[in-house]
């Protein structure tokens, strides 16, 4: 397996963050995390995935459950905009440093503000994107929001 190390666990050791590691065979294609969520034998409610927006022409980050859609308008609402669409993925790379299937709201080359779903703290521990495909961080909700200076938004119903 490739290195658990990534400017996502790099970025969460800095900030004295408890996380564990789950690595998995990544597949691509459609549902993704619903895919790592299998693999890793974790409840997808749990496992939350990391979408790159351009809201007014401003780049945001958003994290929803895995087996849930966006709602753009929501989350352009929740990063201070009036529209949002979904970042071009070659774009996302650029200004994240990740490649698309391992993009993680930790360690991005670019801060940008970040939402998450408002459902996070409805669970004692979130499995997150770790930075590299095949790689998921978990840990507390409440670490996730202090890291990233988050805030919560109903984005998804």
């Keep these: 397996m490739a290195s658990s190390t990534t400017p996502a666990t790099k970025r969460l050791t800095a900030a004295g963050v ?16 619903e895919h790592a969520a ?8 749990r496992v939350f ?15 929803i459950p895995v087996a849930l859609s ?14 949002a669409q979904m970042m071009d993925p070659a774009k996302a790379e650029r200004l994240t440093g ?4 391992g993009i993680s709201p930790f360690g991005q080359k670019k801060r940008v503000p970040v939402v998450f779903d ?8 979130v499995i997150l994107n770790g930075g590299r ?14 890291v990233l200076q988050a805030t919560l938004a109903d984005l998804t119903g």
Aim: proline share 4%.
């Design 118 to 125: 408002s459902s996070l703290r409805a669970h004692a521990q």
């Design 70 to 83: 966006v709602k753009l308008k929501q989350a352009a609402a929740a990063l201070g905009g009036k529209s």
């Design 133 to 146: 495909r095949g790689l998921m961080v978990e840990l507390a909700p409440e670490d996730a929001i202090r």
């Design 49 to 63: 995935k990391t979408l790159m927006l351009e809201v007014d022409g401003k780049p945001g980050c958003v994290v």
């Design 18 to 33: 408890a996380f564990g590691l789950h690595e998995y065979g990544y597949e691509s294609g459609h549902h993704i995390g």
């Design 38 to 45: 299998a693999a890793i034998g974790a409840d997808p409610v």
């Design 98 to 101: 990740f490649h698309v299937g």
